[in-house]
């Protein structure tokens, strides 16, 4: 006798064999179906037509059937999305899914009845804003990161004047155009790993123009200084305050084209209102910041508010336009922060329109507020968990010696940490505070702020009521 092993894995040929082996020994057929088993055939050579029935049990396995991957229209049929900012339609959760995220419809589902705007970061590591500016290819939004990181770090500083013959620029050119001699301890290197550095320039950039007429002091630098801008990692620059037109339209126009052409923005200032008020939108860590500023500095108006048609800054001694950007500012960007120029210069106390100002700002949207032109430091308080820097002072400004700092806020989707980092201007040039210094300057700051914030030894800024970093 003769045993031959086969190793059957045909369905049709399953059934063939076993339907044949069941009529011989009389046993019930199996099923056909999807297995793997072994049969023993044997031969009697006495009667080799005569097919036994030894075989051995098949092992039936059991292959359940692939469920369809889900698809955007199923989305859309078990998901809320009424909390996003953005519409949500299939084209958008499509490119969302193809660019940012391969597994966003199965981590939505597993979200489900309803997401929030978290949810969509913590999946695809943008906010619902950044991808909706991406999808839609927004043309007046600056992109410098969209991709997630642990925290997004932005700094201000103070005033900026890089005016010819005057103390920065000189000391600038004693050095050789060497800005770490300038900005030192460590300054320049900070300030460049910042993600997002917004400063004050103070000063016209021309070779054009006669100063203002009566007015004490008046600021403008050659053109070539723009690129110290650069150097230092400023990423926008404020305009709005009471030197940027102080060698008339065309120093004021010229300031306007050297920064195009360097590639760096800037607000609250421009040919016509429409330009001075613009939002500027920058992406940076997968969130959208928007950035407004405005003046209400001078006592005796030099420099024009910017008309319909006439070039200028953006006025806020009235605050109801600026608070009607803010709030279009809101609607469009996850924080805004708005750099006002404003307060009485060489004095702590706070003007009464500072503080109802910063509060209407903050009402409107503002998720902070950042105030300079006092020449000295002044107060910082929250307002609805809100920071409100009321004046970072001079930065790199003059030759006078004095406290400043770099206002810092270190931002996750879920909270903000409000933080100051102590500096020292002197002769033209600007310090990181080292020693005893820091602790000098941080007990100050707290102290003109009369008991609304407490400030540790690192910096960092909490509302003294609530003992808290300020929530976003």
């Known amino acids: 006798m003769r045993r031959i092993n086969l190793f059957i894995t045909a369905a049709f040929l ?35 037509n005569t097919l036994s029935s030894e075989v051995s049990a098949p092992q039936l396995e059991t292959v359940p059937p692939e469920s369809a991957a889900p698809n955007a229209k199923e989305v859309l049929t078990k998901i ?29 589902l597993a979200l489900a009845p309803s997401v929030c705007e978290e949810d969509f970061y913590e999946l695809t590591g943008c906010t619902p804003r950044v991808l909706y500016d991406r999808f839609m290819n927004a043309e007046d939004v600056i992109f410098h990161d969209d991709k997630r ?7 201000f500083t ?28 460590g300054l320049l290197g900070f300030m460049r790993r910042l993600d997002i550095l917004l400063i004050n320039h103070e000063y016209s950039t021309s070779e054009r123009g006669e100063p203002l007429n009566g007015k004490l002091y008046t600021f403008r630098a050659k053109p070539e200084r723009t690129q110290v801008l650069s ?19 065309d120093a004021f126009d010229d300031t306007l084209d050297y920064l195009c052409s360097a590639g760096i923005p800037y607000v609250g200032a421009g040919m016509n209102r429409a330009e001075a008020e ?60 708005v750099y006002v120029h404003w307060g009485t210069e060489n004095s702590t106390v706070l003007e009464k329109a500072q503080t109802v100002t910063a509060r209407n700002y903050i009402d409107a949207g503002a998720d902070a507020v950042i105030g300079a032109h006092t020449h000295c430091l002044q107060g910082v308080e929250f307002y609805n968990g809100k920071p409100v820097f009321y004046s970072l002072g001079n930065f790199w400004f003059n030759g006078m010696p004095g406290d400043t700092g770099i206002a810092r806020l270190t931002i996750t989707p879920y909270e903000t940490t409000v933080s100051f980092v102590p500096c020292l201007q002197s002769s033209g040039a600007t310090a990181l505070a080292v020693g005893d210094e820091v602790q000098r300057i941080l007990s100050y700051l707290e102290e003109i702020s009369d008991g609304k914030v407490s400030i540790d030894k690192n910096g960092v800024i909490t509302d003294a009521h609530s003992n808290a970093p300020a929530l976003h």
């Open 14 to 48: 399953s059934t063939i064999l076993l339907s044949s082996c069941a009529s011989d020994s009389g046993e019930e057929a199996y099923e056909p179906g999807a297995w793997t088993g072994e049969i023993s055939v044997v031969f009697r050579d006495s009667e080799p």
């Open 80 to 108: 809320k999305f009424d909390s996003l900012p953005v519409p949500v339609n299939e084209e958008f959760l499509e490119y969302c899914r193809d660019n940012y995220c391969e597994e966003l419809y199965e981590g939505l």
């Open 149 to 155: 990181k642990e925290t997004v770090r932005l700094g």
């Open 158 to 185: 103070g005033d900026i004047c890089l005016s010819e013959n005057w103390w920065p620029a000189i000391r600038l050119d004693t050095e050789n155009g060497n800005v770490r001699n300038c900005l030192t301890n």
């Open 231 to 249: 150097d230092i990692g400023a990423d926008i620059v404020s305009l709005a305050n009471n030197h940027v037109f102080d060698f008339g339209e």
């Open 278 to 337: 613009q939002i500027r939108y920058i992406i940076s860590g997968g969130m959208k910041f928007a950035f407004v500023a405005a003046t209400r500095a001078e006592k005796n108006i030099f420099t024009p508010n910017a008309g319909e048609d006439s070039r200028g800054v953006f006025y806020t001694y009235d605050d109801t336009r600026a608070c009607s950007v803010i709030s279009e500012a809101k609607q469009n960007a996850d924080y805004v922060i």
